[in-house]
């Protein structure tokens, strides 16, 4: 399957807009809190980290297979282009926290007794 670089650069201006008006609209919904109010007890740090570690996962499951499907000839390039932004912001999001939490670690580390 041939793509053209026209059509490629089209669906990643679609999904990019795509991206930046859902960013708003779960804004402005309250998508994305992780406490609601009055909710009651607020989840533990390790419910937070378990919770994003499995969102994180389905997001690079979610990327493989719409790539697969697009290598067969069965996904739209801009369904393509969404998935593989997601998954990329997901990796880069999952990096920035282990990189955190090494540097967190190492300071405990050097933290006199």
């Known amino acids: ?24 609209d779960n804004l402005q919904s309250g998508v994305g809190n992780t406490v609601q109010a009055g909710a009651g007890k607020a989840p533990s740090f390790q419910e937070l980290m378990g919770t994003a570690a499995k969102d994180a996962v389905t997001t690079m499951q ?18 393509v282009v969404m998935a593989i932004n ?4 997901t990796l880069q999001s999952v990096v920035a926290v282990r990189d955190r939490m090494i540097s967190a670690y190492q300071e405990i580390l050097r933290m006199p007794m």
């Open 1 to 24: 399957m041939a793509i053209s670089f026209e059509s490629a650069l089209n669906a990643y201006n679609t999904a990019s807009r795509r991206f930046v008006t859902g960013a708003d």
């Open 62 to 79: 979610e990327g493989e297979r719409i790539s697969a499907r697009a290598v067969l000839g069965k996904a739209d390039m801009t369904e």
């Open 86 to 89: 997601n998954a990329e912001l």
